[in-house]
């Protein structure tokens, strides 16, 4: 759904404004009487606190983590407001310094050797970067970190209900490659294969994992032999292949040939116990943008898959496609 993107795009925006409204500023001192006060008040007393000087109003919101106690350093931004799960590019620092970076309180937000800054839980804390090689010198960035939005863009990677997207609306970047699929993925595969075999089915893979330059070739070959709008039908662009998220599986037979096979009906009847949905469902072109494909599966995990069978019984749609389900578009 475009106003769900566009909604997460304004949230972007808006951490980008807040990170970028302190740009260049130094951050406060502990040692200032201004902003030791700042960080002994309470959210009510904040307005009261910013009137008694000007610098109070640019200061982060009060933590209840341990005053500052660094300076020295300027960063491109103090303060930042990220979701739970999302990652933030590290501030730049203005200081020649050899930086040590750490969090007040790991258990809200992580900070990495270069820091990058990624939200563990709600709440607010101080990540810093210290010189080595000077006590007290550095600076602070506060940092809140709210509950997860439900959507998220890590690295260019868009996430809904944790769940990777990649459709015609959401496309991966180039650089995403997991080199094939993912552990979790294949784990799932075989435990699938085990229990069709028990059943006297016979599943095996046919295509998975496909990288992006991979994608393109392929792409490129089917434009060529159909033409795009007919190519555009059953094969995706490079960047928008579930195949490229190594979650994706193509099974068996990859053509109507597999239609209506015991195989297919397993694989539509079953695939779901084993963490994997049916991610081209009959008659919903319209909305997955691709035509019926009971070959594909796509790996969501069993918790989600389990969640997604039952919205799909409580809206009476066996047909239910991952796009209603999150209420996302497929289009170019
Ligand atoms: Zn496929």
């Not at 983590?65 to 203005?94: D, F, H, N, R």
């Not at 939200?119 to 006590?135: L, M, Q, R, W, Y």
């Not at 490659?177 to 059943?199: I, M, Q, S």
Request: hydrophobic share 35%; with cysteine; proline share 3%.
């Amino acid at each position: 759904m475009k106003i769900f993107k566009s909604a997460f795009l304004s949230a972007a925006a808006l951490i980008f404004a807040l990170c970028t409204i302190s740009c260049g500023r130094e951050v406060p001192k502990a040692t200032d009487s201004s902003s030791a006060s700042i960080a002994d008040t309470t959210a009510e007393s904040t307005e009261a606190a910013s009137d008694v000087s000007t610098e109070a109003e640019t200061t982060a919101e009060p933590t209840t983590t341990t005053a500052a106690k660094l300076s020295g350093v300027t960063l491109s931004y103090t303060e930042a407001e990220i979701c739970v799960g999302q990652t933030l590019t590290y501030p730049m620092v203005y200081d020649s310094i050899e930086a040590e970076w750490s969090s007040s309180d790991e258990s809200i937000a992580t900070v990495d050797s270069v820091g990058n800054i990624t939200g563990k839980s709600e709440g607010k804390c101080i990540i810093s970067v210290a010189d080595k090689n000077v006590p007290d010198k550095g600076a602070e960035v506060y940092v809140t970190v709210k509950k997860d939005t439900g959507i998220k863009e890590i690295n260019g990677i868009t996430y809904i209900n944790g769940i990777m997207i990649a459709n015609k609306s959401y496309s991966l970047p180039e650089s995403y490659n997991p080199g094939g699929l993912t552990p979790e993925t294949d784990a799932a595969f075989k435990e699938l294969v085990a229990g069709a075999a028990n059943d006297g089915i016979s599943i095996y893979l046919s295509s998975g994992f496909r990288s992006y330059d991979l994608q393109s070739q392929i792409y490129n070959n089917y434009v060529n032999a159909y033409g795009q709008a007919t190519a555009d039908t059953f094969s995706a662009r490079p960047g928008f292949s579930e195949h490229q998220t190594g979650m994706a599986i193509d099974v068996n037979i990859v053509d109507d040939n597999f239609i209506g096979t015991p195989e297919a009906i397993w694989i539509e009847n079953h695939c779901s116990e084993y963490g994997f949905i049916l991610r081209y469902p009959f008659g919903k072109q319209d909305v997955t943008g691709y035509k019926y494909e009971p070959w594909h599966i796509r790996y969501i995990g069993k918790e989600a898959a389990e969640a997604f069978i039952k919205e799909a019984d409580r809206r009476d749609d066996v047909n239910l496609t991952l796009e209603e389900y999150l209420d996302i578009d497929s289009h170019y």
